[in-house]
């Protein structure tokens, strides 16, 4: 069978036979009346790990960052965020369709905004203005070629977030990759924020799963949203079970990701034509194709007939995201093609 890279995504990974096995053998309940043993064990387990005090499973990340949005936010109210964060580009218009505010995006420096940036986006109360309620803050970021959201910068915003009776939400999808490079605890990022959703699903390898963690009056109220948009499920410790065998499993061995990034990252470098656009910090590779040297389409097409997978982000920019299911092999497979590109 030819060989197949796939570098769209972390979450293309399948569950492994032993995942499955956990899966299968899963104590389960009606999580929607509160029943499932493994659903509660998880989020016990992930509060537990962020410091705070509850948490609820939820289907997605996008679920995850708009339970938490609903939980903080009253209609008309507005969050602030960076433009390219992936609640103000993926998730739909969610924030305004389901919970009726509005986003404030301001320019990040790869995704990072800094308290400093922020403040003067704060809005004074006025009967013709918003409400500012909320930040929102994406570690690592998505769109950022998985930058880690440095600790202190969160700090600063919590400060701020405080001194003007702000809260924060910490999309942390693949917060477990900033822990995985860094020396920093979940529980210290997570004390930044009043609400932190992680993925199950991406780079730990889960099929289903995200969770989202807060107070207990936040979590009551994001349990509600939860049900109100549909992501209420039953036997749903099958899948808690999986995300159970991910932390035990998989967390520790997200730093292989980044050093199979960070080769792709020196293979790009050295390859005509190719143009990295950010560090490699975690598990992600973005970089621009000259089109002076060859159109990104012709680009991509050469890859996928050698069986590598990948995903333009925007016209000419393409990412490469390593997981679970891409091996040193996989790598050199990739640095083989690129030499022929470079010929051709
Ligand atoms: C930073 C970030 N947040 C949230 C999500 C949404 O996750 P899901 O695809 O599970 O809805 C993603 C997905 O890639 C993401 O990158």
Same mark, same amino acid.
């Given at each position: 069978?030819?060989?197949?890279?796939?570098?769209?995504?972390?979450?293309?990974?399948?569950?492994?036979?032993?995942?499955?096995?956990? !899966?299968?053998?899963?104590?389960?309940?009606?999580?929607?009346?509160?029943?499932?043993?493994?659903?509660?064990?998880?989020?016990?387990? !992930?509060?537990? &790990?962020?410091?705070?005090?509850?948490?609820?499973?939820?289907?997605?990340?996008?679920?995850a960052n708009q339970v938490a949005?609903?939980?903080?936010?009253?209609?008309?109210?507005?969050?602030?965020?960076?433009?390219?964060?992936?609640?103000?580009?993926?998730?739909?218009?969610?924030?305004?369709? &389901?919970?009726?505010?509005q986003l404030n995006p301001l320019d990040g420096e790869q995704g990072?905004?800094?308290?400093?940036?922020?403040?003067?986006?704060?809005?004074? @109360?006025?009967?013709?203005?918003?409400?500012?309620?909320?930040?929102?803050?994406?570690?690592?970021?998505?769109?950022?070629?998985?930058?880690?959201?440095?600790?202190?910068?969160?700090?600063?915003?919590?400060?701020?977030?405080?001194?003007?009776?702000?809260?924060?939400?910490?999309?942390?999808?693949?917060?477990?990759?900033?822990?995985?490079?860094?020396?920093?605890?979940?529980?210290?990022?997570?004390?930044?924020?009043?609400?932190?959703? !992680?993925?199950?699903? @991406?780079?730990?390898?889960?099929?289903?799963?995200?969770?989202?963690?807060?107070?207990?009056?936040?979590?009551?109220?994001?349990?509600?949203?939860?049900?109100?948009?549909?992501?209420?499920?039953?036997?749903?410790?099958?899948?808690?079970?999986?995300?159970?065998?991910?932390?035990?499993?998989?967390?520790?061995?997200?730093?292989?990701?980044?050093?199979?990034?960070?080769?792709?990252? @020196?293979?790009?470098?050295?390859?005509?034509? &190719?143009?990295?656009?950010?560090?490699?910090?975690?598990?992600?590779?973005?970089?621009?194709?000259?089109?002076?040297?060859?159109?990104?389409?012709?680009?991509?097409?050469?890859?996928?007939?050698?069986?590598?997978?990948?995903?333009?982000?925007?016209?000419?920019?393409?990412? !490469?995201?390593?997981?679970?299911?891409?091996?040193?092999?996989?790598?050199?497979?990739?640095?083989?093609?690129?030499?022929?590109?470079?010929?051709?």
């Amino acid at each position: 069978m030819p060989r197949i890279v796939d570098l769209r995504s972390d979450t293309v990974t399948r569950p492994g036979p032993e995942m499955r096995r956990a !899966m299968a053998e899963a104590d389960v309940g009606d999580d929607v009346f509160g029943d499932d043993p493994t659903v509660i064990a998880l989020q016990e387990r !992930m509060a537990t &790990l962020f410091g705070k005090v509850a948490a609820l499973f939820v289907p997605s990340g996008t679920m995850a960052n708009q339970v938490a949005l609903a939980a903080h936010t009253q209609r008309g109210d507005e969050v602030i965020c960076d433009r390219n964060c992936h609640i103000f580009n993926f998730e739909v218009a969610a924030p305004a369709v &389901l919970s009726g505010i509005q986003l404030n995006p301001l320019d990040g420096e790869q995704g990072v905004i800094t308290a400093e940036q922020i403040a003067p986006h704060i809005r004074p @109360k006025n009967v013709h203005l918003p409400n500012t309620r909320l930040i929102a803050i994406e570690n690592t970021h998505n769109r950022g070629a998985g930058k880690i959201f440095p600790l202190d910068e969160m700090q600063r915003i919590r400060e701020l977030a405080s001194e003007h009776g702000l809260s924060v939400h910490l999309d942390g999808a693949r917060l477990a990759n900033a822990v995985a490079a860094s020396d920093i605890s979940f529980e210290q990022y997570a004390s930044c924020a009043d609400t932190v959703s !992680m993925c199950f699903s @991406k780079g730990l390898g889960a099929p289903v799963g995200s969770i989202v963690a807060g107070t207990s009056e936040l979590i009551k109220r994001a349990h509600k949203a939860r049900k109100l948009f549909g992501g209420g499920m039953r036997q749903a410790g099958i899948l808690a079970a999986a995300a159970m065998y991910a932390l035990d499993n998989h967390l520790s061995r997200l730093t292989e990701d980044h050093r199979t990034a960070s080769r792709i990252g @020196k293979l790009i470098d050295t390859t005509d034509g &190719l143009e990295r656009v950010f560090s490699v910090e975690t598990n992600m590779v973005i970089f621009r194709v000259d089109e002076s040297f060859m159109s990104a389409g012709e680009f991509l097409s050469v890859l996928e007939e050698n069986g590598i997978l990948t995903a333009a982000i925007r016209p000419g920019v393409i990412r !490469m995201v390593t997981h679970l299911d891409v091996n040193a092999d996989d790598v050199d497979h990739v640095g083989e093609v690129l030499a022929t590109v470079k010929a051709s």
